[in-house]
T-cell receptor, first 110, second 108 residues
Framework: EADIYQTPRYLVIGTGKKITLECSQTMGHDKMYWYQQDPGMELHLIHYSYGVNSTEKGDLSSESTVSRIRTEHFPLTLESARPSHTSQYLC?????????FGSGTRLTVV | EDQVTQSPEALRLQEGESSSLNCSYTVSGLRGLFWYRQDPGKGPEFLFTLYSAGEEKEKERLKATLTKKESFLHITAPKPEDSATYLCAVSNDYKLSFGAGTTVTVRA
């Protein structure tokens, strides 16, 4: 049973559109993360949050933005999607070192 | 900068043929070494966390070990349902740094 939920699972969208990827967790974890993963490649951290009103950029430069208004919710927004944004986006939360991942959103920008 | 290197990239096994996956790492201030399993189109699923050299953990046909420079994931008598990509990651103060993974295919 998943404790961290990502929607949508799959998204195909045209260039220039604004999109928001949703991530919610029911475990009460303070720390949440967004990773980006291309096929056959390692996960790269693009954003993280240590709690409400806390957001930081990760190691991989990303044109996306995030917000953390509620503990359980950590949405990621792309203001203007481009084909280079095509990838899998994985959300995770953690407490005391244990990371739980969502099922991911596979984004295709055409 | 933290680095995680996994080998081999791909491993094809016959059912029952035991093998090992390697994860070499360099990290400043290791807070833990993690093993995850990832099935196609899904998020990583947690398997083990190891914290100190000499530590070992087991779960069904999987056993993870840790030294100061590398970790091994041993798969004993694998079954087709063990086919997946196995990811290694190291934790420092604020994030997990992942390797590219080893894709294991077990044939019946």
């Amino acid at each position: 049973e998943a404790d961290i939920y990502q929607t949508p699972r799959y998204l195909v969208i045209g260039t220039g559109k604004k999109i928001t990827l949703e991530c919610s967790q029911t475990m009460g974890h303070d720390k949440m993360y967004w990773y980006q993963q291309d096929p056959g490649m390692e996960l790269h951290l693009i954003h993280y949050s240590y709690g409400v009103n806390s957001t930081e950029k990760g190691d991989l430069s990303s044109e996306s933005t995030v917000s953390r208004i509620r503990t359980e919710h950590f949405p990621l927004t792309l203001e203007s999607a481009r084909p280079s944004h095509t990838s899998q986006y994985l959300c995770a939360s953690s407490e005391y070192g244990g990371y739980t991942f969502g099922s991911g959103t596979r984004l295709t920008v055409v | 900068e933290d680095q995680v290197t996994q080998s081999p990239e791909a491993l094809r096994l016959q059912e029952g043929e035991s093998s090992s996956l390697n994860c070499s790492y360099t990290v400043s201030g290791l807070r833990g070494l993690f093993w995850y399993r990832q099935d196609p189109g899904k998020g990583p699923e947690f398997l083990f966390t190891l914290y100190s050299a000499g530590e070992e953990k087991e779960k069904e046909r999987l056993k993870a070990t840790l030294t100061k420079k590398e970790s091994f994931l041993h798969i004993t008598a694998p079954k087709p349902e063990d086919s997946a990509t196995y990811l290694c990651a190291v934790s420092n103060d604020y994030k997990l740094s992942f390797g590219a993974g080893t894709t294991v295919t077990v044939r019946a």
